[in-house]
């Protein structure tokens, strides 16, 4: 059997195949989340915001333990599970594309991106953004840079969902260094995003008014990205989200430099196209710019 702190130390250490095995067959799994359900009830208030923390890192595989936890007596406790629950995001899953020849680029004279086949080995993509209670376990475990609109060294509450923002090229790399992946290249990201069909939209060649429309009080709203895999028409070929009006993303470039590439949810219908291409000149962190990894181990 696992120890519960061996367990724990691994969760917080990002090494996800090791934790799977280890929550899977070999340690209870109830006993593991039980304990940290309890710590919601301690004294001390940064042991209940760990523990809180950790319930909220849970894998997919915990998912019913948790549901079946019985709360501390008391509203904080109780409060506490329910935010865990309710706000848990779920890990990237991986998107397979194929070794082969792929058509990028467009004709289209702003996309600045001409017509041509690429070559690419199989590789595969998150189906979603870094979000930001991934970053923010980067800077829990890792010492990873805080970004700028955060308070303190946390995101907004409830925002563990909403992809992470205002985070540089080289820290982007760092993070896919923690992560067990990469950043990828700019020819990877759109045919990602397309599949070799060059559609500047995800749902073809024409822009339509076919995204959700902003929420008051919903994240577009209120000035951050919304949650990903939020829309349902902003998904590729590969059922891969958000390459569309979400935020742009860090891709490498041919010379290994890192610019952003896609659209965003700020921007009009002709930059939300993900035939165009990646602008250089963009490399300072932004709110509107994020991250997906390519080949994680």
Known sequence: MVPIQLLLSMLLANEAPQRRDALIGVSPIEEFVAQ??????APNRQVRLDAQHDLLALPEEAEGVLAAAKAPSGFEPAAALDYARQHRPRPPRACRIEAGSFRVGSSFPADNNPPRDVVLGAYTIDDIEVSSFEWWRFVRTAKGAVPANWRGDRHAYGAERVPVGLV????????????RGRLPTTDEWEVAAHSGDPRPYPWGQQFMTVLRAPEFGSW???GL???????PADRSPC???????????????PDGTVASRGGNFRVTKELLRMTRAADPRSIRPREIIGLRLADRR
Not at 225 to 231: L, Q, T
């Open 225 to 231: 990205p919304p949650e990903s895999a939020r829309d």
């Open 239 to 253: 059922g891969a989200y958000d390459f569309c009006a979400s935020v742009a993303e860090w891709v490498v470039l």
């Open 36 to 41: 940290l359900v309890s710590a919601l009830a």
């Open 168 to 179: 540089s090229p080289d820290e982007a790399r760092r993070f896919a260094g923690w992560a």
């Open 220 to 222: 577009r709203s209120g």
